[in-house]
């Protein structure tokens, strides 16, 4: 199972889940203790296809962010009770997981195991690397979702990060991290415009 394709292993993740609901919790048990960069993968499809599910972003992105706390810190994962408890539908979630599976295969095309080394390499790179997830998953948690790719860009910067550190590759890393300076200026550009907009409104309501 390890050497397996991201892609296939997230299929099997995705044709498991019940059809009703599952808990975070119960992802995490499937996945397992070696497993959360998987897992961090699986949470991302949602985002590639431009459907919103609304709560969504905020849950997996809130997983997310601990998974990158823990790599970052070096300890066991550690989940609030509220979030491991929450139960998400599956009947709306696994066609959209399917579909994105399609995105996820065409992006393990481009990734290539043992590609620039000292860029997934342990010490200082790794927590770089795990620094990284952690603002991923901030900038997915922000409150755009109703925007076009506010949630697909940090998503794809995440997807890039995980299979990255997961196959050793340097060069998806590096899109990863290049995928977080991208929906930084997107949002930087977002609030700037609503500003902008905002300030034209006031001044001609007060003309």
Do not use: C
């Amino acid at each position: 199972m390890h050497s397996a394709p991201v892609s296939q292993r997230l299929r099997s993740l995705v044709r498991s889940m019940p059809r009703t609901g599952i808990t975070l919790s119960e992802l995490i048990h499937r996945v397992g203790s070696d497993g959360l960069l998987i897992l961090v993968a699986l949470l991302t499809l949602v985002f590639l296809i431009p459907v919103s599910i609304p709560g969504v972003s905020t849950v997996f992105g809130a997983a997310i962010l601990l998974i990158g706390i823990s790599r970052l810190l070096r300890r066991d994962l550690w989940i609030p009770a509220r979030l491991q408890h929450r139960v998400i539908g599956t009947r709306k979630l696994r066609p959209l997981l399917r579909k994105a599976l399609s995105w996820l295969k065409k992006i393990e095309y481009v990734s290539r195991p043992n590609r620039i080394g000292w860029l997934v390499a342990d010490g200082a790179m790794d927590l770089v690397n795990s620094a990284a997830l952690i603002l991923g998953a901030v900038l997915l948690m922000m409150p755009f979702g109703l925007i076009p790719f506010s949630n697909t860009f940090p998503a794809v910067a995440i997807l890039f990060l995980a299979i990255g550190l997961l196959q050793r590759d340097g060069v998806s890393v590096l899109l990863g991290h290049v995928g977080n300076l991208v929906t930084i200026v997107y949002f930087a550009v977002l609030i700037g415009g609503g500003g902008l907009a905002a300030r034209e409104v006031f001044e001609r309501l007060s003309a």
